[in-house]
């Protein structure tokens, strides 16, 4: 397990995802839970959209990136809804099961730009693969080949409101990784 090195912390910018969303998708991992064997599901108390993930960054760095986040120009809110699934990298050997977004995806890709941007201004490197927005459901320590008809089901998660970006902390324990918040910035 990766400890924080002394005055650093593990950080991220991602979408919050709303309660009502995270109890619908509590449900949808019982019933994918029966079906998938393997699997460590994501808590859904911690489900989040990621957006940028920015690795271990010192007490400096937080404070530049969020007067990065504030000075961005990110756009109004949204509606963002997930109803497809996925896997990564493919469905014979599934490492990472998730939900993609449909309704709100090409505003949630807009957003994503200008975060990618912003960061970059900052000094974090441009990620190399193209953005996808999807909330992870479940992880598989041994890859594992998931069913057609598992991947073809569409489950349809009522569109919740994206009305800010948040800059995360996260601690990684044996139980898991717990996030807080540390800065948020409203989108107008």
């Known amino acids: 397990m990766q400890q924080e090195s002394e005055g650093n912390i593990r950080a991220f910018v991602a979408l919050p995802v709303a309660g009502d969303v995270k109890i619908r998708l509590a449900a949808l991992q019982r019933e994918l839970g029966t079906r998938l064997h393997g699997a460590k599901w994501t808590s859904p108390a911690g489900l989040h959209l990621t957006i940028k993930f920015l690795g271990e960054i010192s007490a400096p760095t937080v404070e530049m990136v969020i007067t990065a986040l504030d000075g961005m120009a990110a756009g109004p809110p949204f509606d963002l809804g997930f109803s497809r699934l996925g896997v990564f990298p493919d469905k014979g050997k599934a490492r990472v099961l998730w939900i993609g977004s449909e309704t709100g995806n090409a505003e949630c890709v807009k957003l ?12 974090f490197p441009r990620e190399k693969r193209p953005f996808k927005a999807h909330l992870t459901l479940a992880r598989f320590r041994i890859p594992s080949g998931i069913p057609g008809e598992v991947l073809d089901s569409m489950t349809d998660i009522q569109p919740c409101a994206v009305d800010r970006v948040v800059l995360y902390r996260s601690v990684l324990k044996p139980s ?9 910035i409203r989108l107008e």
Do not use: N, P, R
């Open 112 to 123: 994503a730009g200008m975060v990618e941007k912003s960061m970059e201004e900052v000094g």
């Open 176 to 184: 898991g990784a717990e996030y807080s918040e540390i800065h948020s």
